[in-house]
């Protein structure tokens, strides 16, 4: 936990907040008076100067040089690093600025001449070849004569230089006049400008090599907010070529300088930390904002709040009550988004109640702040209480919104409540929030209309919810695919494809774009109707509009035309499907095999098996299934049992009920009730629970054999089991027992009774 700063602390912030501000604001003058380190010229050198600019830009005579001579240098008008500098700046052209330079380098009594004058005259030169076209090379060659002639350069040439190359792209030959510069000239402003061209640049590593020079301790060049500015800047940029800023790198930086007191302000700490919690990084953001806080930066609640929405999403409660406790301690004042981003991970995580304590909270200010809710709080808070099915606490909160000024029901507050209804089953309760929602004139929007929709389908109330989009549409609302999609699922389910056809056909009419979902649906309710030649045109269309069919599609049209005996189309989709790019799947091969396991094609059941394990996949339950099935359908009950024991030793598939049960009605049904009676013990021994199913098949096999014990010995373990009888059980008994005299026992075994001698 971040310690709470000390009262001298408080103050040192408070002075450098203060401090940040005014730079902030006076940058742009103090730039200018940086870059001239020497004061202007005084009004009355204002008329030499002119006289001097005259005299350079008129014809070359020896009246017009003795006057310049004479103006420049002599005792009466004693030279100056700044008039010459001035001078310079306001010739025309940078070949007239450096014709002037030599004119005061052959002319100039050696002892009148400071030695601060040309390299002042020529940063002059250096400001006015900026301004000219193909300025950058200008420049270069500038530099170069510099060089010749031993003249250094002022460290505001210097850093006027490096500017204009970096943003021409020659940043090389700006890191040669760097190299060459003397370290003694080098300043903050300086490096600055160095770091700010090599990240424009897109040289990262060459800038974190100046910024490391800028980092050691006791140098003349330490980073200030400015730098902070650029650095930060490149780290939220993150990506750059053949260099990625790892997380640890990250940190380190905003540790580093936060050593030198400079610090990332609230909008780049806030966005820092949102990027690393969205790459699932939110233990170096966790860091990051508590460098920053232990090192005495400016931490507020936004920058809190990316973090506190990172935690969240991760589900770090323990973490989100910890910073929230910090915050505290640090006078770092919540807001409502804090209390927002609180609320809404607690709601999503279902501690609804812990939710409503930290709502409760903050409306008294019990914890010394006091935030009024807006209506996103209100509107997170009753999803919350309808997602785990407290619609009525929803309704009580909607009320509170509307006894709060400026925070009445919106759309998605009357969206969260309707669904809530919806899930319930209380479509009446739903309609009437809907109606009340048109009186209050609040706009319902698309996720109303489906929202009611989809529970009016849910609970069988499909043509109400047909007329119900109806009247929307008439009204001016609009559907989406969503809408659509929800109808023509449920009519696909109930078996009505024509309905779904005609609302499919209806969607193309009313320009509302069908989305991949949209097909899928219907192509799998045309398959499971048999309606293959509608399936094809639906297929058709979704490739026309460019979705591609993926691999449950796939196995739907596969099974569909399996079931038609289409077996040609069959494989035309096996094909297809293969030159998509998409695998078949283990359903794919076991559809298959249930086709030519049903077809009494064995050969190729087997082979397909074969295949499909080759192809890395494991065959299922459903796989043996489908051939001991088809087995018991023919009569061959023993290939059925030898794939059935094949399952426990080889593939280590455990059967399960449907396997059981299927081989025990083909054994009674051979009249081999012992094998059947052991598989019914096996079943026990290995966890399978037997169902009604298994039940009548051996009472079946019983009743053959008048195996009147064994029946009662069943009939109890169905008791004892909550294995209710159905009507063919009852059928079967009721038949038997009668017919032995023992309608009593019968009796008993409706009632819940046990029945045998052994329970007696």
Known sequence: MAPPLSASKQSKLLLRLRLRLHLRTQYPILLLRHLSTEPNPPQDQDSLITQALQLLQSPENESNSTQLHNLLFSSSSPSSPALFRNITRRLSSSSQALKFFHYLQSNSPSQDLPSCSLPYTFQAIFEVASREPDSPNKLLELYRTAKEHNVPLTINAATLLVRCLGRAGMVDQALVMVKELDPSLKNTNFCNVVVDVLFRSERADDALKVLDEMLQPDVECPPNDTTGDIVFGALLKREWPGKRFNEEEIVGLVSKLGEHDVFPDTFRLTQ????????????????????????????????????????????????????????????????????????????????????????????????????????????????????????????????????????????????????????????????????????????????????????????????????????????????????????????????????????????????????????????????????????????????????????????????????????????????????????????????????????????????????????????????????IHAYCLIGKIDEAMKIFRDMGSASKVPPNTVIYNTLIDSLCKNNEVELALSLLDDMKVKGVKPNITTYNAVFKGLREKNLLEKAFELMDRMVEQACNPDYITMEVLTEWLSAVGETGKLKNFVQGYAVSSSFA
């Open 272 to 627: 820092m930390i949102t990027k690393l919690c969205r790459n699932r990084r939110t233990g170096h953001a966790w860091d990051i904002l508590h460098n920053v806080m232990k090192s005495g930066g400016v931490v507020e609640a936004n920058s809190c709040n990316a973090l506190l929405t990172g935690l969240g999403r991760d589900g770090d409660f323990e973490r989100m009550n910890k910073l929230t406790a910090e915050m505290k301690e640090m006078d770092i004042q919540p807001n409502v988004v804090t209390f927002g981003i609180l609320i809404n991970h607690m709601c999503k995580s279902r501690r609804v109640d812990a939710a409503l304590e930290v709502f409760e909270k903050m409306k008294e200010g019990s914890d010394g702040v006091s935030v009024e809710p807006d209506v996103i709080m209100y509107n997170t808070l009753i999803d919350g209480l309808c997602k785990v099915g407290r619609q009525e606490e929803g309704l009580s909160l909607m009320e509170q919104m509307r006894s709060q000024k400026g925070c009445a029901p919106n759309t998605v507050t009357y969206n969260c409540l309707i669904d809530g209804f919806c899930k319930t089953g209380e479509i009446e309760r739903a309609h009437e929030l809907f109606d009340q929602m048109n009186k209050e004139r609040v706009l319902p929007n698309v996720i109303t209309i489906n929202t009611l929709v989809d529970g009016m389908c849910r609970h069988g109330r499909i043509n109400s919810a047909v007329e119900f989009l109806n009247d929307m549409q008439s009204e001016g609302l609009k559907s989406n695919a969503v809408t659509y999609t929800t109808l023509i699922n449920a009519f696909c389910n109930v078996n009505n494809i024509n309905k779904a056809m005609e609302l499919f056909d209806q969607m193309l009419n009313s320009g509302c774009s069908p989305d991949a979902i949209v097909y899928y649906t219907l192509i799998s309710g045309l398959c499971q109707a048999g309606r293959m030649d509608d399936a094809s045109s639906v297929v058709s269309k979704l490739k026309e509009v460019g979705f591609c069919l993926d691999t449950v599609c796939y196995n739907v049209l596969i099974g569909g035309f399996c079931k038609k005996k289409k077996l040609d189309k069959a494989y035309e989709m096996i094909k297809e499907m293969e030159q998509a790019g998409v695998k078949p799947d283990s359903v794919t091969y076991n559809i298959l095999i249930s086709y030519f396991s049903k077809s009494g094609n064995f050969t190729t059941a087997h082979r397909m098996m074969r295949k499909m394990i080759k192809e890395g996949l494991t065959p299922t339950v459903v796989t043996y299934g489908a051939l």
